[in-house]
């Protein structure tokens, strides 16, 4: 039983228990595809051409950028595309693209990390491997971890985040079963990197196994497990630091801006791979779930390889099916499975179609305001958000809002809050931009107005002086006229 709790938050049960716990190791894809933008922000650009033999682990795409990590090829085979594809999102959006065809040998690149050695690099150097490793938050963030370990460099505690919380996902469950080792490990490399002191691993209390096989492995006393309660949405890092560390992490700001750290335990594992065997972020574990599969299952998969390959093992139904992506209650739903897995892929949730509830009015029940985990008010953020009264909820702290859907869960109204938040936050950040732009534009008007005075008066100045400068010539040379005269007038006078 935890001895941790907070206010707020849901109890769900997985609503798909798996049938398969242990994680399956799928071969590597006779394609894959990889999306060279994994998150908002910069794509990396192509290292290779059509046409070009790769192996596995070979660097394919690189960027200048600190925020965009490179990507790397998962299969040995033939570069057969550069193009743009689409992300697992309902917008449709493309982003650049590398696809690979197998050769069907999985050729290698030679592989050289630290082994035991990892002390006689630098926490610098170290952080240098994990970026040059490609490795992002693979919780679903997708923030570079090396931007993230170098702002805590110093935090005294890190807590490694393994508290999935979404109940239908149970990938880093899986996880901490397979690697315990090489966890542990990964949380000594992360800790002489960032130079902490301890690290907390925070566990939901229900994986009793992966708990065990953690403790039984543990050798270094600064490190611990602690189990937090099972309850959605432990898993907030904001909301886990408070749990864990009492450390309150203000609006707008990072943990990391705050001197914690907070990683994800599948990050952990990759931080593993690059420090110690110098092996690159090229697969992960994917839980594939969801009512309309026979065989749901934990898969260990190679990058971009593709959704429908991966969700053909869970034996779907013939049925029409829901494809969610991300979590049951994070997630965001998809319209098929033409998507790759991607760095930040944790789960695909396959569902046969449900009759959606509609939404109906407001009863002002209080519910909502009962499971926020942050202690907002959604009823009123709700309004505020719908009547685009973007000042009120901004006072009603709406950027505080971690999307976690507790309240949508609970509302007798089926109102989806979050999606009302999302558009409110979406339209806060459209209205800071225009003003941004507006304050801009202000500036550059008052310094055209500002420049062009500074021209009226020099040049006014000059014509003055002109003017001056004239006038003392006019004078001098009537001046010297008159002396002329004087000395002619003398002249003759002297002839006379
Ligand atoms: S739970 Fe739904 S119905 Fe109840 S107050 Fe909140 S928004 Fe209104
Ligand atoms: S989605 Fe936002 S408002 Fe709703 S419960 Fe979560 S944090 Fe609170």
Redesign the pocket.
């Known amino acids: 039983m935890s001895k941790h709790d907070f206010r707020g938050g849901v109890l769900i049960e997985n609503p798909y228990p798996l049938n398969q716990l242990s994680v399956v190791e799928v071969p590597p894809p006779k394609k894959a595809i990889y999306l060279l933008k994994q998150r908002e922000g910069a794509s990396a650009k192509p290292k290779v051409k059509v046409g070009q033999k790769v192996k596995v682990g070979q660097v394919i795409a690189v960027s200048n950028n600190d925020y965009c990590v490179p990507m790397h090829s998962s299969i040995s085979g033939v570069v057969s595309a550069i193009d743009d594809q689409p992300i697992a999102h309902s917008s449709g959006l493309k982003v650049p693209s590398i696809s690979i065809e197998s050769d069907g040998k999985d050729d290698w690149i030679s592989l050289k990390g630290c082994g035991e050695e990892v002390d006689k690099c630098t926490p610098d150097e170290i952080i240098e491997k994990i970026r040059n490793a490609g490795i992002v938050g693979m919780g679903g963030a997708g923030f570079p971890a090396h931007v993230k370990i170098k702002g805590a460099q110093g935090a005294k505690t890190i807590i490694i985040n393994a508290t999935e919380c979404d109940p239908a996902t149970l990938c880093d469950d899986a996880l901490m079963r397979k690697y315990p080792e090489e966890i542990i490990k990964g949380i000594e490399v992360l800790m002489y990197a960032c130079q902490s002191q301890k690290a907390i691993i925070a566990v939901e209390e229900d994986k009793v196994d992966a708990i065990i096989k953690l403790n039984q492995t543990i050798k270094n006393k600064n490190i611990c497990v602690e189990a937090v309660p099972i309850k959605y949405s432990t898993g907030a890092e904001k909301l886990l630091i408070k749990l864990l560390l009492d450390k309150v992490i203000p609006t707008g700001s990072f943990a990391s801006s705050s001197g914690v750290l907070c990683q994800n335990i599948a990050t952990v594992k990759a931080i593993y791979d690059a420090v110690v065997i110098g092996k690159p972020l090229v697969s992960r574990i994917v839980t594939v779930n969801g009512s309309a599969l026979k065989n749901p299952s934990n898969y260990e998969v190679r990058i971009g390889s593709s959704f429908s390959d991966i969700v053909k093992k869970s034996k779907p139904s013939a049925n029409p099916h829901e494809i969610r992506v991300g979590g049951m209650m994070m997630g965001v739903d998809v319209p098929d499975k033409n998507y790759s897995i991607c760095k930040i892929t944790s789960s695909i949730i396959v569902d046969e179609i449900k009759i959606k509830q509609k939404e109906s009015a ?8 009962e499971v926020c985990p942050i202690n907002l008010l ?2 009123q953020l ?1 309004w505020f958000c719908k009547s685009d009264n973007t000042k009120k909820a901004s006072s009603y702290d709406l950027q505080d809002c971690i999307e976690c859907g507790c ?1 949508s869960y ?4 089926h ?1 989806p ?1 979050v999606e009302y938040f999302q558009y409110g936050k979406a339209l806060v950040k459209k209205e800071l931009r225009e003003q941004e732009l507006a304050a801009k534009s202000r500036e550059r008007y008052e310094f055209k107005e500002f420049r062009l005075d500074r021209i009226k008066q020099e040049r006014d100045k000059m014509m003055a002086e002109k003017k001056a400068a004239l006038k003392a010539k006019m004078a001098k040379e009537k001046d010297n006229k008159a002396k002329i005269a004087e000395a002619l007038k003398r002249v003759n006078d002297k002839k006379k």
């Open positions: 407001c009863i002002r029940c209080s519910k909502c305001n959604p009823q709700f309240c609970v509302c007798p109204s109102i809050l």
